[in-house]
């Protein structure tokens, strides 16, 4: 193994000089759990069968995303870790230091959450805060009132689509 291979190593597993070991391990644990999580839905039987949903088929969807969710966040931690290292060694003060989720990344667990609450909050509270969120991912807090009224025009206009033209009952937060 050779010597940069075997340091990433000693940063994953967290034993590595200034590898933000805290970091590591935390994401570490989360990856572990989720995949426990992952393996007590397989528990539960296959998620379909006769070409129907079973119980188990959203415990297996939850435990797949959150799994490789928390190994990405991992492996981004060991590689920040990599990164504050070379900086260190560089003496390069002046980046930034820390990592944040991409926009992808992000996006990507703003869709999840979209999805997951959906049904309880309702269309209008959760598509509103949803594209409002996109919006001001992509394009900052800078007229954020405008934004908030998009937001609102596309949720109307979106409701008003399915409820009217494609007479598409939506979740409502009111019952």
């Known amino acids: 193994m050779s010597r940069s291979s075997s340091s990433l190593l000693a940063r994953a597993l967290g034993l590595g000089p200034g590898s933000s070991a805290g970091a590591i391990r935390f994401h570490g644990v989360l990856a572990l759990l989720a995949l426990g999580y992952l393996i007590g839905g397989l528990a539960m039987g296959p998620p379909l069968e006769a070409g129907k949903l079973t119980p188990s088929f959203f415990p297996l969807l939850i435990g797949v995303l959150a799994t490789v969710l928390c190994v990405l966040q991992w492996w981004s931690s060991v590689r920040s870790a990599a990164a504050l290292d070379r900086d260190n060694a560089a003496d390069e003060g002046d980046r930034p230091r820390g990592r944040r989720l991409s926009p992808e990344l992000t996006l990507m ?20 805060v949803y594209v409002l969120g996109v919006m001001l991912l992509f394009s900052g807090l800078d007229k954020w009132l405008s934004k908030a009224l998009i937001a609102l025009a596309i949720t109307a206009v979106g409701f008003v689509l399915f409820n009217q033209v494609f007479n598409v009952r939506l979740p409502t937060l009111w019952g």
Do not use: E, R
């Not at 959906?118 to 509103?128: D, E, I, N, P």
């Open 109 to 128: 667990l703003a869709t999840l959450v979209y999805v997951l609450v959906f049904q309880t909050l309702g269309y209008v509270l959760s598509t509103l």
